[in-house]
């Protein structure tokens, strides 16, 4: 397959990303404008903006895509905004969800239309429901407690069924028949929310029942869905699209490249997490990823790694014992994976066993018959457990995918050696080594959509909650096994972008990101000292508070010092969250109220209580090396190669834990400060300058000689722009500084962007080069 012209209209300089919501809406964003076209961005980014459950916080439930959200002030109000944004120069970047719509018929026209009249509905393939399961009813997990003790609240009311708040369509000549006997008439069932693990026969989004997942890969779906996102690209309202989870849909690609098709070539970027070491797939028209990728390799060049081995063994030493089994990072990941497919995502893995079990009793070849479904489902889970990506995009992919190492490992699952033939079956066919019919390929769909849905909960949302040694290393798209990046690394990476993708997206704060970048840039410093947080603990542990398992105290601490001060409410927000979602000794389905209490007792009585002041005297100590950190990866994201992102606020001093935390509305002309002194200039030059930064552009690493070379960060754009950051600063200083090293120059006179009477030409001594900032950004000056 030849590889696409890559799309190239109207490609950002840089994207300012909004969270609107009804407390934001478009004529806030519009308000906003001209101090946000003052930035030097070239275009707002703005959250989904068709219509979405009412009060939705941030709209990726959609409701409807026909029709822009009401809430937000609807199309008039979006055709508003692009004209204001368009005066001030600037275009628009919308986020579109084609993978799941809102399971709330009485908000969701198209999904009360198919409850009302089942598969034969004209928008029963919108939806990916599997029919012949549960007896040809849509499971709708909405009952507070078996049918048996809610039926009472269940009314048939008019042509409508209600149960308090929710309204479900009754099915034509249905709505006089007892309670019994009209439920068994609908084209769904009502049943206690918790069937939803084991019983539901819909795809969600993840492992969220209130999200059902849509089949835009059917192109009537696909034009239905997409009508008014394309009607506003084409009529010059929206110029970009991010695509939210793309790993989904049952053909990623083919979506994509309809997409391209349809858009006439728009910048569009996806949210596709990919593993260390995982490329992008070169088929994809895209201009690439939102940059979670981009944002593993900044973190890492911040990260000292011998320290965070010596902080991985203190962690072991105080935590893992009690929890995690010794904090071994593979080792949580595979013990997270197996939970969530036994619990979490079974009705999704019953339903692949399913599959596959269909597949194999009715194929002509006898080397697929006579495997049990228990088999299938052991083989299924054994080999989806060790993928070290998030899924397959073809039978070629999944041969790297689904290694033989792997297969070799999940045959020992197996006690009969016979049975463990189910494994090379369930590989054989993911590799189309038994043809590609229909049934094959919904095989290999639903495999890869199970994968990805395993690989977000089993690491996003479980395991980089039970391994916490650094808490900035657990972000979305990270490595937490090991999570610092060396510098030839990082150009090597770099490299390869402005050679693949030079018009990806990058970012280091994002509406998903477990805690801002300020955060993480303060939690980095820890990997430096690890001796002095080991001390810090030691401490705060003789106050005497009970610690409710060392985990979580270790989290708390960490959370605290990485925030600094902040309310009591939103760490407690955020620690309630952590055990939840670690589901160690309690989750949210599974409550456990006396261990919730204890946590938050702990954290008022230590991390934010009295104890909680030697944390925060020790971000105090290192305050120095904390802005270093923020400032040089600041720099760094806005000048490497892609598309830089800046999340709302984050042009100044941010500090956010996780959602909600980190989706308060934004406030605009607060800040001042070295970082938006710093991001003003970068985003400046980058708007004067697009051809330096541009698709076009060069990226040419730059070495620093002498004995704190290591420390220097540096590369060149084009020949016309260098960027040099300070890197683990705090062990700069231990060392005695920068002595004499210095930083080779491209050749000519180059000017400080930020203090242009300051000159250098040739070598530049790093010290005198930082000897107002951590961080320099350098222009030729012409001859």
């Known amino acids: 397959m030849t590889t696409p012209e890559r799309p190239d209209p109207a490609v950002p300089t840089a994207t300012y990303r909004l969270q609107l919501q009804p407390g934001f809406p478009f004529a806030a964003a519009a308000e906003a404008a001209p101090y946000l076209a003052s930035l030097g961005v070239s275009h707002l980014h703005l959250s989904p903006v068709l219509e979405a459950v009412p009060g939705s916080p941030h709209g990726y439930d959609v409701v409807d895509p026909a029709r ?179 790993d989904g849909l049952a053909d990623p690609g083919g979506y994509l490249r309809r997409l391209h098709e349809a858009t006439g070539g728009r910048w569009t970027v996806v949210e596709k997490i990919l593993a260390d070491g995982e490329a992008l797939p070169a088929s994809w028209p895209v201009a690439g990823t939102t940059g979670y990728d981009a944002l593993r390799h900044v973190d890492g060049l911040f990260m000292d ?63 697929l018959r006579d495997r049990a479904p228990w088999a299938l489902r052991t083989a299924l889970t054994e080999l989806l457990v060790r993928l070290e990506v998030y899924r397959p995009y073809s039978p070629e992919d999944a041969a790297t995918v689904v290694t033989e190492e792997a297969a070799a490992e999940a045959r020992r699952a197996f006690a009969v050696p016979e049975e463990a033939g189910a494994v090379d079956v369930v590989r054989d066919l993911l590799l189309g080594r038994y043809g590609d019919g229909p049934a094959h390929v919904e095989f290999r769909t639903r495999f890869a959509q199970t994968a990805s849905a395993l690989r977000a909960k089993s690491v996003e949302d479980t395991a980089f909650y039970r391994y916490v040694p650094l808490l900035s290393a657990t972000e979305v798209g990270g490595e937490p096994g090991g999570p610092a990046v060396a510098p030839d690394r990082f150009h090597a990476y770099c490299a390869r972008v402005q050679r693949d993708w030079p018009a990806t997206g990058t970012v280091l704060s994002t509406h998903d990101a477990k805690r801002s970048a300020d955060v993480r840039a303060a939690l980095h410093v820890l990997t430096e000292c690890p001796e002095r947080w080991a001390d810090v603990l030691t401490e705060v542990s003789r106050a005497g508070q009970a610690v409710p398992d060392g985990q979580t105290a270790w989290a708390a601490w960490q959370t605290v010092f990485g925030l600094g001060p902040a309310e009591e409410e939103r760490v407690q927000a955020a ?59 600041a720099l760094v994201h806005l000048t490497m190669p892609g598309v830089p992102d800046l999340y709302q606020g984050t042009e100044h001093e941010y500090r956010a834990l996780v959602d909600p935390d980190n989706r308060r509305p934004p406030r605009f002309g607060e800040g001042g400060g070295d970082k938006e ?80 009477a300051r000159e250098f030409t040739g070598e530049a001594r790093v010290a005198e080069l930082f000897a107002a900032s951590p961080v320099a950004l350098l222009e030729r000056v012409p001859e």
């Open 305 to 367: 790694p011998d320290g965070f081995g010596e902080l991985l063994g203190r962690y072991r030493a105080y935590a893992a014992p009690q929890t995690d089994r010794g904090g071994d990072w593979d080792a949580t990941v595979r013990r997270a994976a197996y939970k969530v497919l036994t619990h979490e995502l079974a009705a999704e893995t019953e339903r692949l066993t399913r599959v596959a079990s269909r597949l194999c009793a009715t194929a002509p070849e006898t080397a």
């Open 677 to 756: 002194a710093v991001t003003r200039a970068a985003l400046a030059l980058r708007a004067r300058r697009p051809e330096v930064f541009g698709t076009t552009a060069s990226y040419e690493p730059l070495t620093a000689e002498g004995a704190a070379a290591d420390h220097c960060l540096a590369f060149a754009r084009s020949g016309e722009v260098v960027t040099a950051v300070t890197r683990l600063s705090l062990r700069l200083a231990q060392s005695g500084g920068w002595g004499d090293t210095r930083l080779p120059l491209p050749r000519g006179r180059w000017a400080d962007v930020r203090e242009p």
């Open 575 to 633: 620690l309630l969250k952590h055990v939840r979602e670690a589901g160690l000794f309690t989750s949210w389905t599974e409550q456990e109220p006396p261990y919730e209490e204890a946590v938050a007792r702990f954290v008022t009585a230590g991390p934010c209580g009295v104890p909680g002041r030697k944390a925060a005297e020790l971000r105090e100590a290192l305050e120095p090396h904390i802005r270093a950190n923020v400032l040089g990866a």
């Open 68 to 246: 822009v959200r009401e809430e937000l002030g609807g199309e008039e109000g979006l055709r508003e905004l692009s004209r204001t944004a368009r005066r001030h120069g600037l275009g628009l970047v919308v986020d579109i969800v084609p993978n799941h719509m809102a399971m709330s018929p009485r908000h969701n026209p198209a999904l009360w239309e198919v409850l009302r009249d089942g598969p034969s509905s004209r928008r029963a393939r919108w939806f990916d429901i599997d029919w012949e399961a549960q007896g040809g009813q849509v499971l709708l997990p909405v009952l507070g407690g078996p049918l048996g003790e809610e039926a009472d609240r269940l009314k048939a009311d008019g042509d409508v069924l209600r149960y308090y708040d929710h309204v479900f369509p009754l099915r034509e000549g249905t709505a006089s028949l007892p309670l019994p006997q009209l439920l068994d008439a609908q084209w769904y069932r009502p049943v206690w929310w918790r069937l939803a693990r084991t019983e539901l026969n819909y795809r969600r989004f993840f492992s969220i029942s209130e999200l059902i997942g849509v089949r835009v890969e059917d192109p009537e779906v696909f034009e239905a869905t997409h009508a008014k996102i394309l009607e506003l690209l084409h009529e010059g309202v929206v110029d970009g699209l991010r695509v939210d989870h793309p």
